[in-house]
C-alpha cells in the first residue's frame, strides 16, 4: 500500500506540480460555475441578481492532503445597455484552490463586466462580451515538497533534492486578465442553442515557483443547447473544451431533465459526462425556482485507475438567482355608468 501510494503521490506530483508551464483547475460541472468558465456570463441572466458557489475535492479517498477547490460569485445585470434590449452586467468570483500535499494554494480575486446586446427585432438572439480582471496569490509549503530523485522504484527514500536550486519563491502574486464572448440564439421557444469562446492569462504572468514558469494562455470553448421534448423532459446537451500549453481537455455532457409539476418551477435533472482519457462523470442536479443544486462524482478511467481505484472526485455546487421587481402602481378609475 506505501509504494502504491508513494507512486500515486509521485504521478500526481508530474502531472500537476511541476509541468514546464503552470495549468489551471478544472470543474466538471462548468455550467454552474459560469464565472469561471467565460467572463461574457456575468450577468446573462434574467433575474435581479445570482449567488453561488461549487466545491471540488479531488484524490480525497486515495490521499490525506487531497485536491480542494472552494469558489464562490455574486453577478448581477446592473443597468441598461445602449439598446432597449441591452444591459450591463456586473460580479465578482473568488476561488482558494489548495492542491496536494504540498500545500499549494492558489488565491484568485476577480472582477467581471460584461454587455449584453440584444439581437434582431425581437431580440431572440444575444451577443455578449466580457472582461475579468484581479489579483492571484499562490503560496507553497517548501518543507512538505517531494521529488522525483527522493523516490526510488516507487518508495520514499528522503533526502534532499537537486530540485530545489530551482525553487526561487514560495510565495508570488500577480495580475490577471481574461475575455470571453458568448452567441445565445432562441430559435423557437422550446429549442435554443449558445456557443461562447473564452482567453484566460492573457498578459501570460510569470508563475514564478521555479526559473522559468511562464503561466500559458488557456483558451476554452463551450456550447450547447436546451431543448424541451415534451411538457415534462428536457433535454441539454453541452461540451467544453480548452487547451493551454501542452494540456488538452475535451469534456462532452448530457442531461435529462423532468419537471415535477406543471408549472415548471420544480426540474429534476440527471446525467453523465467523459473527461476524455480521464474520467467519466455522474451527475444529479435539482432545480427550485430560483435555486440550483448540482452534484457529480468523476471515476476515473486514466492511467492511474490502477492506483486510485477509478475513484476521482466529487463536486458540490448551488446558486441561487433572484427576482425582486417592484409592483406596479395602478390607479384607480371611477366608471360612470350612463342610463
Known amino acids: 500500500m506505501k509504494f502504491m501510494r508513494g507512486l500515486l503521490l509521485l504521478c500526481l506530483g508530474l ?25 461574457a456570463l456575468t450577468g446573462a ?18 490521499l490525506e492532503n487531497q485536491f480542494q477547490t472552494p469558489s464562490v460569485y455574486l453577478d448581477a445585470p446592473v443597468f441598461r445597455g445602449f439598446g432597449k434590449n441591452d444591459w450591463v ?46 489579483l492571484v496569490q499562490k503560496r507553497i509549503d517548501q518543507s512538505k515538497l517531494t521529488f522525483k530523485d ?7 527514500i528522503g533526502g534532499s533534492s537537486a530540485d530545489l536550486a530551482n525553487l526561487t519563491e514560495t510565495n508570488v502574486s500577480y495580475p490577471d486578465i481574461q475575455i470571453g464572448g458568448m452567441i445565445n440564439s432562441y430559435i423557437t421557444s422550446k429549442f435554443n442553442v449558445y456557443l461562447g469562446v473564452s482567453a484566460f492569462h492573457l498578459t501570460s504572468p510569470e508563475d514564478a515557483f521555479l526559473l522559468t514558469n511562464e503561466l500559458a494562455t488557456r483558451l476554452l470553448v463551450n456550447g450547447g443547447m436546451n431543448i424541451d421534448l415534451s411538457n415534462r423532459v428536457t433535454l441539454s446537451p453541452r461540451v467544453l473544451f480548452q487547451t493551454q500549453s501542452a494540456a488538452r481537455e475535451l469534456q462532452p455532457h448530457l442531461m435529462l431533465g423532468y419537471h415535477l409539476n406543471t408549472e415548471r418551477t420544480i426540474t429534476f435533472n440527471i446525467g453523465g459526462g467523459y473527461r476524455i ?43 441561487y438567482t433572484a427576482k425582486v421587481y417592484k409592483n406596479p402602481i395602478v390607479k384607480p378609475v371611477l366608471f360612470c355608468p350612463r342610463f
Open 45 to 62: 441572466y434574467e433575474g435581479t441578481f445570482r449567488i453561488g458557489g461549487i466545491y471540488r475535492d479531488q484524490w480525497g479517498s486515495i
Open 15 to 39: 502531472s500537476f506540480g511541476w509541468t514546464s508551464h503552470a495549468q489551471d483547475i478544472h470543474f466538471s460541472q462548468f455550467h454552474l460555475s459560469p464565472l469561471t468558465t467565460n467572463p
Open 277 to 319: 482519457a480521464d474520467a467519466a462523470i455522474a451527475m444529479l442536479g435539482l432545480d427550485i425556482k430560483g435555486f440550483k443544486v448540482g452534484v457529480a462524482y468523476d471515476f476515473n478511467v486514466s492511467d492511474l485507475s490502477s492506483s486510485t481505484n477509478s475513484r476521482g472526485g466529487w463536486e458540490l455546487a448551488a446558486s
Open 150 to 156: 527522493q523516490f526510488n522504484d516507487g518508495v520514499f
Open 89 to 134: 452586467g456586473a460580479g465578482v468570483m473568488v476561488l482558494n484552490d489548495r492542491a496536494g500535499s504540498a500545500a499549494l494554494t492558489n488565491l484568485t480575486a476577480m472582477l467581471s463586466l460584461s454587455y449584453q446586446l440584444g439581437l434582431g427585432k425581437k431580440a431572440n438572439t444575444f451577443l455578449s462580451l466580457g472582461v475579468q480582471g484581479g
